[in-house]
Nanobody, 114 residues
Framework: QVQLVESGGGLVQAGGSLRLSCAAP????????MGWYRQAPGKERELVAV???????HYADSVKGRFAISRDNAKNTLYLQMNSLKPEDTAMYYC????????WGQGTQVTVSS
């Protein structure tokens, strides 16, 4: 059973920052692209950012310039630094290891108040 464990969510005011973390098994982390997705109430899950095992990145247009994805291969941990947060960033954030198969974490809630 592959487990991805997210942490770092919370309540923050607009303009604030949060850093999400995702711990993954080394067997997955070293070979898979890793990404962050989010799902707001009543909306579909959407890609936020993804990083390949080689380090290339891709961001959703809505977060470019504000969010940064990174990975620490020694710690098997994926990060998402979120700056200049907006109320529309409010969502459940999920970490994923892209396969196939794909593996998902349980999610961490991010709430941005106006």
């Amino acid at each position: 059973q592959v487990q991805l464990v997210e942490s770092g969510g919370g309540l923050v005011q607009a303009g604030g920052s949060l850093r999400l973390s995702c711990a993954a098994p080394g067997s997955i982390f070293s070979i898979n692209a890793m990404g962050w997705y989010r799902q707001a109430p009543g909306k579909e899950r959407e890609l936020v950012a993804v990083m390949s095992s080689g380090g290339s990145t891709h961001y959703a247009d809505s977060v470019k310039g504000r969010f940064a994805i990174s990975r620490d291969n020694a710690k098997n941990t994926l990060y998402l630094q979120m700056n200049s947060l907006k109320p529309e960033d409010t969502a459940m954030y999920y970490c994923a290891a892209k396969g196939p198969p794909d593996y998902w974490g349980q999610g961490t809630q991010v709430t941005v108040s106006s």
